[in-house]
Protein backbone atom coordinates (compact mmCIF):
# COMPACT_ATOMS: atom_id res chain seq x y z
CA UNK A 1 0.00 0.00 0.00
CA UNK A 2 1.21 3.33 -1.11
CA UNK A 3 -0.19 6.75 0.37
CA UNK A 4 0.74 10.23 -1.38
CA UNK A 5 0.47 13.48 -0.34
CA UNK A 6 1.26 16.66 -2.75
CA UNK A 7 2.15 20.06 -1.26
CA UNK A 8 3.52 23.17 -2.92
CA UNK A 9 0.79 24.56 -4.94
CA UNK A 10 -0.38 28.22 -4.92
CA UNK A 11 -0.77 30.90 -7.20
CA UNK A 12 2.05 32.50 -9.65
CA UNK A 13 2.58 34.93 -12.22
CA UNK A 14 3.06 34.12 -15.55
CA UNK A 15 6.93 33.31 -16.31
CA UNK A 16 7.18 32.28 -12.53
CA UNK A 17 8.00 28.92 -11.13
CA UNK A 18 7.20 26.59 -8.27
CA UNK A 19 7.81 23.28 -7.20
CA UNK A 20 5.36 20.91 -6.09
CA UNK A 21 6.36 17.68 -3.82
CA UNK A 22 4.60 14.46 -3.02
CA UNK A 23 5.73 12.68 0.14
CA UNK A 24 4.90 8.59 0.16
CA UNK A 25 4.63 6.43 2.58
CA UNK A 26 5.55 2.62 2.04
CA UNK A 27 9.09 1.04 2.68
CA UNK A 28 8.79 -0.21 -1.21
CA UNK A 29 7.57 3.00 -2.57
CA UNK A 30 10.95 3.25 -4.56
CA UNK A 31 10.46 0.16 -6.80
CA UNK A 32 7.21 1.99 -8.02
CA UNK A 33 7.15 4.60 -11.34
CA UNK A 34 5.68 7.99 -10.43
CA UNK A 35 4.01 10.51 -12.45
CA UNK A 36 2.19 13.58 -12.31
CA UNK A 37 -1.07 14.12 -13.77
CA UNK A 38 -3.25 17.63 -13.93
CA UNK A 39 -6.91 18.64 -14.19
CA UNK A 40 -8.37 21.90 -15.23
CA UNK A 41 -11.81 22.93 -14.80
CA UNK A 42 -13.95 21.37 -17.43
CA UNK A 43 -11.35 19.34 -18.53
CA UNK A 44 -10.08 15.64 -18.83
CA UNK A 45 -6.98 14.85 -16.38
CA UNK A 46 -3.30 14.94 -18.39
CA UNK A 47 -0.90 12.77 -18.08
CA UNK A 48 2.19 15.36 -17.49
CA UNK A 49 5.21 13.61 -16.16
CA UNK A 50 6.76 10.38 -15.20
CA UNK A 51 9.65 8.58 -14.16
CA UNK A 52 10.79 4.87 -13.45
CA UNK A 53 11.49 3.33 -10.34
CA UNK A 54 15.11 4.48 -10.62
CA UNK A 55 14.18 8.07 -11.74
CA UNK A 56 16.80 7.32 -14.58
CA UNK A 57 14.02 7.51 -17.21
CA UNK A 58 11.60 10.11 -17.54
CA UNK A 59 8.44 10.78 -19.98
CA UNK A 60 6.77 14.74 -20.26
CA UNK A 61 4.03 15.71 -22.58
CA UNK A 62 4.99 18.38 -25.33
CA UNK A 63 3.69 20.95 -23.68
CA UNK A 64 6.18 21.08 -20.93
CA UNK A 65 8.88 19.92 -21.97
CA UNK A 66 12.03 22.22 -20.91
CA UNK A 67 9.74 23.85 -18.66
CA UNK A 68 9.13 21.06 -16.34
CA UNK A 69 11.57 18.88 -14.47
CA UNK A 70 10.00 15.17 -12.58
CA UNK A 71 12.86 13.99 -9.96
CA UNK A 72 13.10 12.19 -6.91
CA UNK A 73 14.70 11.70 -3.63
CA UNK A 74 14.81 8.25 -2.92
CA UNK A 75 16.30 8.44 0.48
CA UNK A 76 13.14 10.85 1.53
CA UNK A 77 10.46 8.86 -0.64
CA UNK A 78 9.70 11.86 -2.17
CA UNK A 79 9.10 13.02 -6.00
CA UNK A 80 8.97 16.12 -6.80
CA UNK A 81 7.57 18.79 -9.97
CA UNK A 82 9.85 21.85 -10.80
CA UNK A 83 7.81 23.92 -13.30
CA UNK A 84 9.50 26.75 -14.78
CA UNK A 85 7.97 29.65 -17.42
CA UNK A 86 4.50 29.05 -16.06
CA UNK A 87 1.85 29.81 -18.35
CA UNK A 88 -2.27 30.43 -17.81
CA UNK A 89 -2.38 27.28 -19.16
CA UNK A 90 -0.56 24.99 -16.67
CA UNK A 91 -3.63 26.10 -14.30
CA UNK A 92 -5.07 22.87 -12.56
CA UNK A 93 -4.99 20.26 -10.22
CA UNK A 94 -1.98 18.42 -10.31
CA UNK A 95 -1.79 14.74 -8.73
CA UNK A 96 0.65 12.55 -7.77
CA UNK A 97 0.37 8.81 -8.45
CA UNK A 98 2.23 5.75 -8.63
CA UNK A 99 2.05 2.79 -10.53
CA UNK A 100 4.18 -1.00 -10.07
CA UNK A 101 3.16 -1.29 -14.02
CA UNK A 102 4.57 0.22 -16.57
CA UNK A 103 5.57 4.32 -16.23
CA UNK A 104 4.18 5.57 -19.46
CA UNK A 105 0.86 3.63 -19.37
CA UNK A 106 -1.41 6.29 -17.44
CA UNK A 107 -3.94 3.84 -16.61
CA UNK A 108 -1.75 1.48 -14.51
CA UNK A 109 -1.30 3.99 -12.13
CA UNK A 110 -3.32 2.45 -8.88
CA UNK A 111 -2.39 5.47 -5.75
CA UNK A 112 -2.99 8.55 -5.88
CA UNK A 113 -2.48 12.03 -3.89
CA UNK A 114 -5.62 14.72 -2.97
CA UNK A 115 -4.17 16.80 -5.45
CA UNK A 116 -3.01 20.29 -5.04
CA UNK A 117 -3.76 23.73 -6.56
CA UNK A 118 -1.63 25.26 -9.29
CA UNK A 119 -3.14 29.02 -10.72
CA UNK A 120 -0.56 30.64 -13.01
CA UNK A 121 -2.23 34.16 -13.88
CA UNK A 122 -1.53 36.34 -17.40
Known amino acids: QVQLVESGGGLVQAGGSLRLSCAAS????????VGWFRQAPGKEREFVAAATGSGLITYYIDSVKGRFTISRDHAKNSVYLQMNSLKPEDTAVYYCAATSGDYKQREGYKYWGQGTQVTVSS
Open 26 to 33: GRTFNHYA
